[in-house]
């Protein structure tokens, strides 16, 4: 059967993962282009708010649904139960289903409350209730990835979302330019309606995989099936949809508190819009590559915790944390060395560089964070995680409030460091004791050392002028530096270096 094939190892499932997603960050990285230069800061403002209202609806419909999908299909896959894997697609399906039906109905029905109290914009209305529209689909696409991660179909799984992305883009930009007009709510209307038929498109595609799978596999009830996916869900969701309203509530305070500060609402508005819709998609940029080895860390930690292979966890967790501070080092410092150039590249304005190069050390702990807290969900630490979750966006919301009314984006910057921080080194500290880990201090700091290095020998040469130039200069420099110096040094471990090399080959996407 197609999912009890030989599969790829979990590093060459990350480096073809990686590639998808880096493509999928550059074409999302371009849309977010187009949509500045045509909305302006301050209708990116709005729609951000608006994204924000419908990721909260998202999160009451699928909280915890995708993990609670690969942990399950994962634990039955290694005990080889194709059954048992159909069995747990169905029950995370019908509850996906059920909740997002549940969130839809209240998002349409109080779209005009949102649009008007939290939006301060009723012409809103419109591109929330289309929100509402889609989130079943959200939902199951949610779930069908989920069994696709579990079972190793990672290019079943980049192939498809590689296509939903592209066919979003084209949607998008047709409604934008032919329907949408100057208008900002109908341009909030054609990203959504774009996204939300790519979308529909990709579960059809999907579904259509998933019953080719299971042609021949009898239908059964696995056993406890329900009670194992409410110990996995119910937990988990309860926290994601908790953090998932804090997270709205400080999107909402971000305006408010710079408002109250002494902007006006439109100068507060455009600051907001250019924090996340071109600061934070640059930022973010680089963890595509971590973000995707977190997302295969999950079901492959799950299976090796249902064989008791403790050896094999051990290993994998101190090799993802090795690699993993070498990563964000570099992409640190390439980022702060990049801000200003891609600012002006990308958007046209000098201030996203500055705020990109303010924020750019923040990604030590960004990107890692997401790394350890796959691998402490992996090991069923889900309740743990929650807690951490809760505690830290709570800080972030108090801090908000306190800070960002007397002293504006200075205040934004000092909380997001505080929770941001505080959760990583509380998410580390769990993993490291669950698996009776210690932290190796010198390969963090010699990883932190040849990426300080090399971003000095990028300013040893001259500067060029144009942006361009130097966005080619600092990229060609950089990495001529820092190979040479990781080998030096020994930050990568001998092993780390032969998975690697081992994993390359695996980039011509051809099965062994």
């Not at 972030?396 to 934004?412: N, Q, S």
């Given at each position: 059967?197609?999912?009890?094939?030989?599969?790829?190892?979990?590093?060459?499932?990350?480096?073809?993962?990686?590639?998808?997603?880096l493509?999928?960050?550059?074409?999302?990285l371009?849309?977010?282009t187009?949509?500045?230069?045509?909305?302006?800061?301050?209708?990116?403002?709005?729609?951000?708010?608006l994204?924000?209202?419908g990721?909260l609806?998202?999160?009451?419909?699928?909280?915890?649904?995708?993990?609670?999908?690969?942990?399950?299909?994962?634990?039955?896959?290694?005990?080889?139960?194709?059954?048992?894997?159909?069995?747990?697609?169905?029950?995370?399906?019908?509850?996906?289903?059920?909740?997002?039906?549940?969130?839809?109905?209240?998002?349409?029905?109080?779209?005009?409350?949102?649009?008007?109290?939290?939006?301060?914009d009723?012409?809103?209305?419109?591109?929330?209730?289309?929100?509402?529209?889609?989130?079943?689909?959200?939902?199951?696409?949610?779930?069908?990835?989920?069994?696709?991660?579990?079972?190793s179909h990672?290019?079943?799984?980049a192939?498809?979302?590689?296509?939903?992305?592209?066919?979003?883009?084209?949607?998008?930009?047709?409604?934008?330019?032919?329907?949408?007009g100057?208008?900002?709510?109908?341009?909030?209307?054609?990203?959504?309606?774009?996204?939300?038929?790519?979308?529909?498109?990709?579960?059809?595609?999907?579904?259509?995989?998933?019953?080719?799978?299971?042609?021949?596999?009898?239908?059964?009830?696995?056993?406890?099936?329900?009670?194992?996916?409410?110990?996995?869900?119910?937990?988990?969701?309860l926290?994601?949809?908790?953090?998932?309203?804090?997270?709205t509530?400080?999107?909402?305070?971000?305006?408010?508190?710079l408002?109250?500060?002494?902007?006006?609402?439109?100068?507060?508005?455009?600051?907001y819009?250019?924090?996340?819709?071109?600061?934070?998609?640059?930022?973010?940029?680089?963890?595509?590559?971590?973000?995707?080895?977190?997302?295969?860390?999950?079901?492959?930690?799950?299976?090796?915790?249902?064989?008791?292979?403790?050896?094999?966890?051990?290993?994998?967790?101190?090799?993802?944390l090795?690699?993993?501070?070498?990563?964000?080092a570099?992409?640190?410092?390439?980022?702060?060395?990049?801000?200003?150039?891609?600012?002006?590249?990308?958007?046209g304005?000098?201030?996203v560089?500055?705020?990109?190069?303010?924020?750019?050390?923040?990604?030590?702990?960004?990107?890692?964070?997401?790394?350890v807290?796959?691998?402490n969900?992996?090991?069923?630490?889900?309740?743990?995680?929650?807690?951490?979750?809760?505690?830290?966006?709570?800080l972030?919301?108090?801090?908000?409030?306190?800070?960002?009314?007397?002293?504006?984006?200075?205040?934004?910057c000092?909380?997001?460091?505080?929770?941001?921080?505080?959760?990583?080194?509380?998410?580390?500290?769990?993993?490291?004791?669950a698996?009776k880990?210690?932290?190796?201090?010198?390969?963090?700091?010699?990883?932190?050392?040849?990426?300080?290095l090399?971003?000095?020998?990028?300013?040893?040469?001259?500067?060029?002028?144009?942006?361009?130039?130097?966005?080619?200069?600092f990229?060609?420099?950089?990495?001529?530096?820092?190979?040479?110096?990781?080998?030096?040094t020994?930050a990568?471990?001998?092993?780390?270096?032969?998975?690697?090399?081992?994993?390359?080959?695996?980039?011509?996407?051809h099965?062994?």
């Open positions: 059967m197609i999912f009890l094939r030989a599969k790829r190892s979990i590093l060459q499932n990350a480096l073809l993962l990686t590639c998808a997603h493509f999928l960050r550059c074409v999302s371009l849309f977010q187009v949509l500045a230069r045509r909305l302006g800061a301050g209708s990116m403002g709005l729609l951000q708010l994204l924000s209202a990721a609806a998202a999160s009451l419909a699928m909280a915890g649904v995708r993990t609670a999908a690969t942990c399950l299909c994962a634990q039955e896959l290694g005990g080889g139960r194709p059954a048992g894997i159909r069995a747990a697609v169905r029950c995370c399906a019908q509850y996906a289903l059920a909740a997002s039906c549940a969130a839809g109905l209240a998002l349409w029905l109080l779209a005009g409350f949102v649009a008007e109290r939290w939006l301060h009723a012409s809103a209305v419109p591109a929330l209730r289309l929100l509402a529209v889609f989130l079943p689909a959200s939902s199951l696409c949610a779930v069908l990835s989920g069994y696709c991660t579990a079972c990672i290019r079943r799984l192939a498809l979302e590689i296509a939903e992305q592209l066919l979003a883009l084209l949607l998008t930009l047709a409604l934008l330019f032919f329907r949408a100057d208008s900002p709510a109908r341009c909030c209307c054609a990203v959504v309606l774009g996204s939300g038929l790519a979308e529909l498109a990709s579960d059809a595609a999907l579904y259509a995989l998933f019953r080719r799978d299971f042609a021949g596999v009898p239908r059964v009830r696995a056993d406890g099936m329900r009670a194992r996916f409410r110990r996995l869900c119910l937990p988990l969701g926290s994601e949809c908790l953090r998932a309203g804090l997270g509530l400080e999107q909402f305070l971000i305006p408010w508190g408002v109250l500060s002494g902007l006006t609402r439109a100068a507060a508005l455009s600051r819009g250019l924090l996340r819709g071109m600061v934070f998609p640059l930022l973010m940029f680089p963890a595509a590559a971590l973000f995707s080895l977190a997302e295969l860390l999950v079901p492959e930690l799950a299976r090796c915790g249902a064989a008791a292979r403790t050896e094999r966890i051990r290993s994998l967790a101190a090799a993802c090795r690699v993993g501070f070498v990563w964000t570099a992409a640190a410092a390439l980022l702060y060395l990049l801000a200003d150039p891609l600012g002006l590249l990308l958007y304005n000098p201030d560089g500055l705020w990109l190069r303010l924020f750019a050390p923040m990604a030590l702990f960004l990107y890692m964070d997401a790394l807290d796959a691998m969900k992996g090991l069923g630490r889900q309740a743990a995680c929650a807690r951490i979750n809760l505690l830290t966006s709570g972030d919301v108090l801090l908000l409030a306190l800070l960002l009314p007397r002293l504006g984006m200075a205040g934004y000092i909380s997001f460091l505080a929770a941001h921080l505080l959760n990583f080194a509380l998410s580390l500290r769990l993993l490291l004791r698996l880990l210690s932290l190796r201090v010198s390969s963090a700091c010699r990883a932190a050392f040849c990426a300080l090399a971003a000095g020998a990028c300013r040893c040469f001259p500067v060029p002028a144009a942006p361009l130039a130097q966005a080619a200069l990229s060609a420099v950089f990495p001529a530096v820092l190979l040479p110096m990781l080998a030096l020994r990568l471990a001998p092993e780390d270096r032969l998975r690697l090399r081992r994993a390359v080959p695996a980039l011509d996407f099965a062994k």
